[in-house]
């Protein structure tokens, strides 16, 4: 199976310019995941008329209720990637830490690559709704 997800495929790219030919094939269905995670909890739900479920809710009201909001994110994230990232299963969403001093908060995603093993990310959030997401096993 190709690592590449559509995006990869009809750009040749990944978000940050790298071309997918650059990045060793051992890892870049992890990446493309990890950016399609990204891009998923970087929309907003509504957005999208004929998928109004698609997105997170508005991070910056999540923000302002922190840490007592974390379950809530927790659970968007986990039902969004789910629905949303067919490459994985058995998704697992854990609430890590809520940093007021650098103003983020993190979550461990968790789960399997279909027919590939474990896979492990951290998601960053910031109170703009910026996130990041990044293998970490």
Partial sequence: MQGEGLLEKLTGTYMDGTPVR???STVRRQRSIAEHIQRLLESRKGMLVHMP???MP???D???RLPGSAIEIQTEMETLIR???PRMENVR???VEFE???ARVRFRISGSLKGAGRVQFESSF???GRGLVRATG
């Fill in 22 to 24: 650059a990045v060793p």
């Fill in 83 to 85: 629905t949303y990232e």
């Fill in 93 to 95: 969403v854990q609430f």
């Fill in 53 to 55: 479920d698609f997105g």
């Fill in 100 to 102: 007021p001093g650098h």
């Fill in 126 to 128: 910031f109170p703009n």
């Fill in 62 to 64: 999540l923000f302002r």
């Fill in 58 to 60: 508005d991070i910056g």
